[in-house]
Every structure is written in C-alpha cells, then in structure tokens.
C-alpha cells in the first residue's frame, strides 16, 4: 500500500489581481488587474472589502487576451465577500468597479490555490452546511413567520387595464391631447401617444383612480414602453404621479424619463424634482433605453424607490432623512411635453399597471350614523374599498349618498332615497367598491340610521 507522507499546499497571493487602492475618477472609478497564470492552480480565490457596491469579474483567457470565460458577482457596500472559482482556462484576471463612486476602504485579494476544498468557506456554529436565505435578482430577502411559515405576498392589480381594442376606456383612462400634431390613439393592443410639433404641445394619459398605499405592503409600477429616440424640446415620461391640485399637473411620484436626448429618472415632492443621470444600480451609471420595447418597473415604500429595467436594478432612492413624496397612493401615468417646436416622436405603451405585494383586502372598519346626527361625514381621506352598508331605520324620505369626495355627493358611488317611514333592516354588499379621493356619508334630512362598513 502506499500513500501520501506530507502533502504542501503552495498558495500564492496573485499581486497582478489584489489592490488596496481607492477607486476614484483617476482610474475611472474600476481596478482592472493584470492576467496571471492558472497552470497548476485548481481554485481562484477572490475577496473583497469595499465602502460602496460594486461589480466583481472574474475572467478567464486561454491566451491572454480574449477573457471569454466572466463570473459576475455584486458586492453590497460594507457587506463579507469572498468566491472561489475553478480555474478552467490557462489566464485569470480581476476587474472591480462602482458606478462613479469613490471608495474610502478597498481592500481586494485574490490569492491561487493548487487544491481546493468543494464546500463552502466555512459552516454554521453547529458545523453543519450554512444554508442561505432565499434572495432574489434584487437583493431582496425571503422571511418566515415565528413559527417557520415562509411569508408570501400576494400581487393584486390596483389601476391599469389592458388596451384592447381601438376606443380607450374613460372608465379606466384619463387622456387628453393639444397642440399641433399632437394625439393619442389605441389599437394594435397598445396606447401611442404622438407628440405635437408645435411649442407647449402635450399628451397625457393617466389611470382614472389611484393605487392605494397601506403600510407593510411593497408596492410596484410595471409598464411595456417603447420609445423613439430623444429629441431636443421634447420630454417623454413614465411612471407614477399625484397631482396635489388636480391631474394631469403631476407634483408628486416617480417616473422614468427621456428628456430631450438623455435618459434619466426622477423623483418629486411638492412639485420639486430629484433628477438622476448617474446611476447606482446594476445597469451602470448611464443607460440607453434603446428604441426596442422594454419593462419598466418601479418598487416602492415610504423609504425607497427602486427603478428596474428587464428585471436588473437600473437605480436606488433612499428616503432616509425626509419622505420622498407627498402621498404613496399615486396614479400610473404617462405623458409627452414640448418645451419647444420639436420633431414628431412616440411613445408606445403595451401596458401600464400597479400592484400590491398584497392581499387587495384589509381589515375592515365600520361608522355608525345614528338618526338626527349630521348630515355630512367624512368616513375616509384618501383611496380605499367600500364593502357594505346597512341601513337600519328612515323617515321623511331621507336621501343616503355615499360619495367619492370629502367635500360634496359627488362623484356619486351609491344614492338612495328612502320612504316615508321605513323601520326594517336592510343589508348592502357593495362587492370592495373602490374610492381614490375619500368616502363621504351625506343625509339629506339627517333622518335615517345606517352603518358603514369600509376600508
């Protein structure tokens, strides 16, 4: 029998691949090392300390030159990094980059090694397999409940249909064209929206109600776009917006945005814009949206905005100081505006939509209106779901209007006037009636009792 007396494992710190130098705008923000020799080595062993994300790439070459073979890996600021990656072909270089954003600590290694182990770099405290928590494309995690259910969110469209036909739906589409050559039109299952040609031309369209916001739920925009290229004098958005006054003067919300010829984002409150160009996400920080049809999305809560292109992160809002907008209940909407004579372009949207990650209904409440009381009460501010009412007793013909207001009996969601006398119970489901403005309970003679029950 024979066997092994003494085995030396001879790993080497590959110096062409390791740094600790910031990265900044001298080396336009990216370490790119130099190729070394895999010959003889089974594992690359890369590590890395940095105080803002990055992207790593691992590149192989059989000669050198061509890097054919990348293993991309994102680094989260301040966060344990450290990959072994089989050696394959004959030359292994590390490039590390932020998008535009300089580093204070940097500390990258990669060292080669002629024997690997095939498990993890290390275990659990009780030296088993460490198992992850499921995280998505996002960097979002999964989470359980204190008894080990995995919690799941449910989608539930709030606002957005389909474009079916050639007429759009008023039911469920505010849209409005003026200046020269400036229109909207459906058909071919999408909305295009034309720009004018002259000055101040404007195209809008926004979703006649507003996505509801309740706390401890995500919320996310998905839209289809297609674009021509930019043009000078005209601006081209798309997203999610609140007018404070009235839509379509949108004060509030987020939006992607062709902006003449450049691509950016914005956020807004109060009327007053957040303009990024240089970006943090995983798109680099400039992208070009192309003249081909992409999905747009954007996730929201009251602390941060996430815009994402073709499921990959294009950019983060961080709302930590100060709220990002006035209102997280917003409409989807779109919209193409001349800041001067300009080109004619389009923007061509296949769907426009908003979702909870969530259940589409909350925990009930109800308001008891007792005969003789007054006439006009506000139940709701804001958007919410009707779910029913009861009308327990009325006299001289009362008048009961629930309404979509918190000033007035319109726009009218239910009307009814009673009889002279009326003494037995009557039960009304409205079937989750939605509201964007507020609910009102109006009487006409403050005669009549009834219970509310909403949400």
């Not at 289809?224 to 839509?247: C, D, K, L, P, Y």
Request: glycine share 10%; charged share 10%; proline share 3%.
């Amino acid at each position: 029998m024979s066997y092994f007396n003494r085995i030396r494992q001879d790993v080497v710190a590959d110096a062409n691949n390791s740094s600790t130098t910031d990265l900044a705008v001298g080396n336009l923000y990216t370490f790119t090392g130099t190729g070394t020799s895999t010959l003889g080595v089974v594992g690359i062993q890369v590590s890395l300390f940095a105080d803002k994300n990055c992207k790593v790439t691992i590149q192989q070459s059989p000669e050198n030159t061509n890097w054919d073979l990348i293993d991309t890996y994102y680094y989260t600021a301040n966060g344990n990094f450290g990959v072994t990656v089989q050696a394959i072909s004959s030359y292994v270089r590390v490039v590390v980059t932020t998008n535009n954003e300089t580093t204070t600590k940097f500390r990258l290694q990669t060292a080669l090694c002629p024997i690997v182990e095939a498990v993890p770099r290390s275990l659990d405290v009780n030296q088993n397999f460490k198992v992850g928590t499921a995280t998505d494309l996002y960097g979002w995690q999964a989470e359980n409940t204190p008894f080990g259910e995995m919690r799941t969110a449910e989608p539930s469209r709030l606002v957005g249909t389909a474009f079916e036909g050639t007429g759009i739906d008023a039911q469920f589409w505010t849209t409005a064209a003026a200046g020269t050559a400036a229109a909207i039109a459906q058909g071919g299952a999408q909305l295009l929206l034309t720009s004018g040609t002259s000055n101040a031309a404007t195209v809008t369209a926004f979703t006649v109600r507003r996505a509801r916001y309740i706390g401890g739920s995500g919320m996310r925009f998905r839209a289809v776009v297609q674009a021509e290229a930019g043009t000078a004098n005209n601006t081209r958005r798309w997203g999610i917006g609140w007018g404070s006054v009235a839509m379509p003067a949108v004060t509030d919300g987020a939006w992607f945005m062709l902006s003449g010829t450049t691509f950016q984002i914005q956020t807004m409150k109060g009327g007053v814009p957040a303009t990024v160009t240089a970006f943090n996400g995983n798109l680099g920080a400039t992208y070009d949206p192309g003249t081909g049809a992409k999905t747009y999305e954007i996730y929201w809560t009251n602390t941060k905005v996430y815009f994402v292109i073709g499921d990959t992160i294009l950019h983060v809002v961080s709302a930590a100081s100060a709220t990002w907008s006035n209102t997280m209940s917003p409409h989807a909407f779109a919209d193409s505006v001349n800041s001067d004579v300009a080109a004619l372009v389009t923007l061509a949207i296949r769907t426009m939509t908003i979702y909870r990650l969530g259940k589409i209904i909350t925990q009930a409440q109800y308001y008891y209106f007792a005969a003789g009381t007054t006439a006009g009460v506000n139940l709701k501010l804001g958007p919410g779901s009707l779910h029913g009412m009861i009308i327990n007793s009325v006299v001289n013909n009362s008048v009961i209007t629930l309404s979509d207001s918190t000033a007035a009996t319109t726009p009218t969601i239910f009307a009814h006037t009673a009889g002279a006398t009326s003494t037995g119970v009557v039960s009304i489901d409205f079937q989750d009636v939605p509201f964007s403005n507020g609910l009102r309970l109006t009487v006409a003679t403050q005669n009549a009792s009834v219970t509310v029950i909403y949400e």
